[in-house]
Every structure is written in C-alpha cells, then in structure tokens.
C-alpha cells in the first residue's frame, strides 16, 4: 500500500529548552594534536575483530556494521556551482575564517571562546555548502546559521555524549547503522518496538550520537543519509511524544541541514499517521519531499545489505556486546583517519570532505600522508 501524507506547509520548529548554566570556568579551546603513528587501513580495520568476522562467515548472520557500499553502488555526482554561488560560498568561507569567538551557550550573558580544532575542522567546504543550500544561498541567513549551530553543540554538549553514557539506550538495538543504500548513503534503520528506556533527554541524545556515527561513517562523495523506519510491532507509548518529534526535528532541520538523502517508513498503524499529521506542520517542505511511505525497501537498498526485517536479504543479529564496541571503535578510526588529513592539509577552515574521507582527488600533503599509510 502506497499512502501518502497529508501536504505540509513551512513553520519554525520551537528550540530544545538550554541547558542550566554553568558557573565553571569555560574550557581552553581544544587543539587536536597529530597522532604519533598513522592512522589505521582498511586492511587493518578488516583483521581487528577478526573473531567476530569469523563468526559472521560461519554462522552467515551480520553481526557488526558492514565497512563498505557494495561494488554496484555509486553516490550521485554532485552539481556544479553556478559563479554566483561559488562567489556566495567564498563570502562565507572568508567570513567563517574571521570568526573570532562565539557563546558557549545561549543563555544571556555566556562566556566566550575561541573556536578550537574540531570545530574548525567540522567547517568544511560540503559543511559550508549545505547550509547554503538550506538558506537558499543567503550570505548573511548562511552565516548566522553556522555560528547559532557552533553555539548549539557547544551548549548541547555534543562531545560529553561518549558510548558508554548512549550505550543504554541502545541495549535492545532500536537504532542501527547497517548497510549502504544505492547511492552510498549510510543505512540508519529504527525500530520504534525495540524502545526499552523511558522518555528522557537522553533518547534525543542518543538519536544524536548515531547521526553523528552515521555521517562518520558517509564515503567519500556522499553527503546523506538514509532513514529506515519500521514502525511494525510499536504501540503509542513506544513511539516518540509529540513534544520528542519537534525537537527531533528542530535538530535535524536547523543543524543537520541536507543531511537526509531518504527516510523510508514501513508498517505505519494508525496512530503513527496521526502522529505524522499532526507534526506535519513542522516539517518543511524539502524534508517532506525526501519520505516515503512503504515502498518495498530493495528498491533502495541491495538487498544483500538490507536487513530482512526490511525486506532484505541480511540476516542480521542484534548483539549488543558485539555491535556497539565495534560501531564505536569503526567510527573512531574514520574520524582519527580523517583528523590525520585534515592536519596534513593544513588544519583549514573550508577543507574538502572529499578528500578528508579519502577521496581520490588529494592535495599535495594528503598524498603524502596516504603514502605513509
């Protein structure tokens, strides 16, 4: 059955409550210091869980995050930049680049700091880009957003968010990342029924923490994500509060800009409809282009790397024991890897993602560096 959902119409989404301020003195700007032996492989992260691998081949049960797309998918080429937009982008770069210090919060009053290496490194040229894009190439609409979404995950505490605070949340895998789609887009499937905690901030934190393990885990040339929902088996309770949805959205709409490729919702009961109905109103209208309503799944996904409770062909066990580390210790080395360029490159401001997640288009210093590997 092919339904879809009621047209929407464009409206601000009200913000998550700000954290209570804190009296402490605020932290010196972090400063990521080169790693003192090079980044782990591939090859070297295929052989580090080699047990589990093995259990994987004799049981034929997916047991871990898969480390690659399939060889038949390919990410879509991006657009090339008309000279309005590329002379927009150098505006904001130029203007990223004097940045000087921003809030450490947004409550009246806050100290200032410095921006330190991880949030230089986070303002990419794609990063830059999309927030052009999702301001419809307004200069100044572009630049206020980037510093409100800096302040945001200052605030937001995005890095005190470590595995072993989310790692609960996630005990019965109601959230996972599996698989690639057809054009490379990380698999970020939920399921709703497996929810086993009590509604807290720290759901909306652990939706979070994957979004930021997911765009980890995005290949070169591929910016997106896509968003597998399959709401069979939950119940009212299960499903997110109304109040949850909006801060969902609120996050995903103002700091994860052209961040999702694709959400695609299978086995929606009827009261999800009339959850979807009524946040409808929030959602805007290039988001709402982006879901569809069940689809058959393998239309989007290789099938070989679609779980089967999709309609895929994966037969994929959930244990959390083996997942988690392994999730954790995966994205851990994509983004040492990706450090390691960055600083290789220079530690700019308006870095290439591409070539930060190893594309095949280097500079003169990340050749180096991939040579040294």
């Given amino acids: 059955m092919n339904e879809k959902a009621d047209p929407v119409s464009e409206s601000n989404a009200a913000a998550p409550a700000a954290p209570e301020a804190s009296a402490e003195k605020v932290p010196a700007p972090a400063v990521i210091e080169p790693e003192t032996k090079a980044p782990a492989t591939e090859d070297t992260l295929v052989k580090v869980k080699t047990a589990i691998r093995e259990e994987e081949a004799k049981t034929g049960k997916k ?20 000279a309005d937009q590329e002379s927009k982008y150098e505006a904001v770069l130029a203007y990223c680049n004097e940045i000087k210090t921003l809030p450490v919060s947004t409550e009246k009053g806050a100290e200032s700091r410095e921006l330190d290496d991880v949030e230089r490194m986070w ?46 949340e996630n005990e019965t895998g109601k959230q996972v990342i599996l698989g690639y789609d057809n054009e490379c887009r990380p698999c970020l499937y939920l ?14 934190q652990h939706l979070v923490f994957m979004l930021e393990r997911v765009i980890d885990l995005m290949p070169a040339g591929q910016e997106t994500l896509a968003l597998l929902v399959n709401f069979g088996a939950s119940t009212k309770s299960s499903n997110p509060s109304i109040s949850q949805g909006r801060e969902v959205l609120n996050i995903l709409q103002n700091h994860y800009p052209e961040r999702l490729g694709r959400a695609l919702c299978i086995n929606l009961p009827w009261f999800v409809w009339g959850f979807f109905k009524l946040i409808n109103p929030f959602i805007d209208p290039l988001t709402r282009e982006k879901l569809k ?34 999730l954790c210790r995966l994205t851990d080395e994509k983004r040492a890897q990706m450090t390691a360029r960055w600083i290789a490159g220079g530690s700019k401001i308006g870095a290439s993602e591409f070539e930060l997640k190893g594309g095949d288009s280097l500079s003169a210093g990340m050749q180096d560096l991939e040579v040294k590997n």
């Fill in 293 to 326: 309503f069940n689809e058959n799944l393998r239309d989007h996904v290789p099938p070989e790397q679609l779980d089967k409770r999709f309609g895929g062909d994966c037969e994929f066990d959930y244990d959390h024991s083996k997942y988690w580390p392994e």
């Fill in 123 to 168: 303002l990419t040229r794609e990063c830059l880009l999309r927030f052009l894009r999702a301001t419809k190439w307004d200069v100044e609409g572009a630049k206020k957003r980037l510093e409100q979404t800096i302040v945001w995950r200052r605030e937001y505490g995005l890095r005190d968010h470590s595995p072993e605070y989310i790692g609960p």
């Fill in 63 to 82: 047991l871990v995050p898969f480390l690659d797309p399939t060889p038949s998918c390919k990410p879509a080429p991006a657009p090339a930049l008309t």
């Fill in 191 to 204: 399921a709703p029924s497996a929810q086993n905690t009590e509604r807290s901030p720290r759901q909306i």
